[in-house]
């Protein structure tokens, strides 16, 4: 399984984007999609998360600003972020579980001040 995370960017403060994630390789389906985010020097953070079902959890400081979906038919999952900050700046993964869990390579977000 192969998860290709895409979307991210240099945007402005108060700006939008929309990351996209595509899971290839396998007809597994996934019980959880989500994404994590990673600034420098700081932990990995949970972002935001769907299960299969469409239930969503948003644990972090970007809940309110962002929308997490999927489509489960493609295998794909959306992160929609807006009125972004200079502290969202990070490297944005997103994952899958199936039968272990699955890690995309990352996709820089950087919001200027």
């Known amino acids: 399984v192969q998860l290709q995370a895409s979307g991210g960017g240099l945007v402005q403060t108060g700006g939008s984007l929309r990351l996209s994630c595509a899971a290839s390789?396998?007809?597994?389906?996934?019980?959880?999609m989500g994404w994590y985010r990673q600034a420098p020097g700081k932990q990995r953070e949970l972002v935001a998360s769907?299960?299969?079902?469409?239930?969503?959890n948003y644990p972090g400081s970007m809940k309110g600003r962002c929308t997490i979906s999927r489509d489960n038919a493609k295998n794909m999952v959306y992160l929609e972020m807006n009125s972004l900050k200079p502290e969202d700046t990070a490297v944005y993964y997103c994952y899958a579980v199936g039968t272990t869990v699955y890690w995309g390579q990352g996709t820089q977000v950087t919001v200027s001040s």
């Open positions: 769907i299960k299969s079902g469409g239930i969503t």
């Open positions: 390789g396998s007809s597994v389906s996934f019980s959880i």
